[in-house]
C-alpha cells in the first residue's frame, strides 16, 4: 500500500496550492479519503474527507468555503484544492484512506509521508 502526496510548498498569504495523493495497493475507489494536517506541537487535525465514491464531504470548520477535497477513482488520486490560504493553513498535511468492513470488526487505516505547506510572505 502507498499514498504519496505531492503539491506542497512555499505560498504567500491568499494564494492557492492544489494538493494531490496518489493510490496504489488497494482499491481506492472502496475507501473513505481524507486529508488531515498536523502544525508544529499541534496534534493532528482532520481537514476535509470525501466517501467511497465521492457522494458527500466534510470539512473542517476552518476549511469551509476555501478548501474543496475530491477524488479521482480512474486515476486512484484524492485532491485537496486549497485557496485564501492563511498563515495559519502552514502544517504537513497527510492522505489518509480508511475503510471498515460490514458485518466484522475488521478495519484498514493507512498513511502517507505528508506534504509541507507553509504559508508566509
Known amino acids: 500500500v502507498q499514498l504519496v502526496e505531492s503539491g506542497g510548498g512555499l505560498v504567500q498569504p491568499g494564494g492557492s496550492l492544489r494538493l494531490s495523493c496518489a493510490a496504489s495497493?488497494?482499491?481506492?475507489?472502496?475507501?473513505?479519503m481524507s486529508w488531515y494536517r498536523q502544525a508544529p506541537g499541534k496534534e493532528r487535525e482532520l481537514v476535509a474527507a470525501?466517501?467511497?465514491?465521492?457522494?458527500?464531504?466534510n470539512y473542517a470548520d476552518s476549511a469551509k468555503g476555501r478548501f474543496t477535497i475530491s477524488r479521482d477513482d480512474v486515476k486512484n488520486t484524492l485532491y485537496l484544492q486549497m485557496n485564501s490560504l492563511k498563515p495559519e493553513d502552514t502544517a504537513v498535511y497527510y492522505c489518509?484512506?480508511?475503510?471498515?468492513?460490514?458485518?466484522?470488526?475488521?478495519?484498514?487505516?493507512?498513511w502517507g509521508q505528508g506534504t509541507q505547506v507553509i504559508v508566509s510572505s
Open positions: 470525501i466517501a467511497s465514491g465521492g457522494g458527500s464531504t
Open positions: 489518509n484512506a480508511y475503510r471498515s468492513i460490514s458485518g466484522s470488526n475488521r478495519r484498514y487505516n493507512y
Open positions: 495497493g488497494f482499491t481506492f475507489s472502496s475507501y473513505v
